[in-house]
């Protein structure tokens, strides 16, 4: 079973930056082995993917409004993904969450991601 735990949100000004970090812990893992999303959701909005990092580390995608800003990497040793958001606009402001999906690339399963954090709130605002 893996565990998933976000944490870095908070509330920031237009044009500021934040970390997100995604730490998944359990039993006999290995978090190469899985594609990492971000996901947000903003109040009365649908959920949105934001970026994906491959279980390989190999392959990134961004959502287009989030390119040029948002980052994410992995620390293996660590295992954690984090998410580095620059720039940040007001059309950020949500909850964030983390997901994994067991598979090697990033192409989200037809049903619902395997594992899911709890979220973490960033707001940005002046």
């Known amino acids: 079973q893996l565990k998933l735990a976000e944490s870095g949100g908070g509330s920031v000004l237009p044009g500021e930056s934040l970390t997100l970090s995604c730490v998944a812990s359990g039993f006999s893992w290995n978090l190469d082995d899985y594609a990492v999303y971000w996901f947000r959701q903003a109040p009365g909005k649908e959920r949105e993917e934001v970026t994906c990092?491959?279980?390989?580390?190999?392959?990134?995608k961004y959502a287009d409004s989030v390119k040029g800003r948002f980052s994410i990497s992995r620390d293996n040793a660590k295992g954690t993904d984090h998410l580095q958001m620059t720039n940040l606009k007001p059309e950020d402001t949500g909850v964030y969450y983390c997901?994994?999906?067991?598979?090697?690339?990033?192409?989200?399963?037809?049903?619902?991601?395997?594992?899911w954090g709890s979220g973490t709130q960033v707001t940005v605002s002046s």
């Open positions: 997901a994994a999906h067991f598979n090697l690339v990033c192409v989200p399963p037809s049903g619902d991601m395997d594992y």
């Open positions: 990092m491959s279980g390989s580390a190999g392959e990134t």
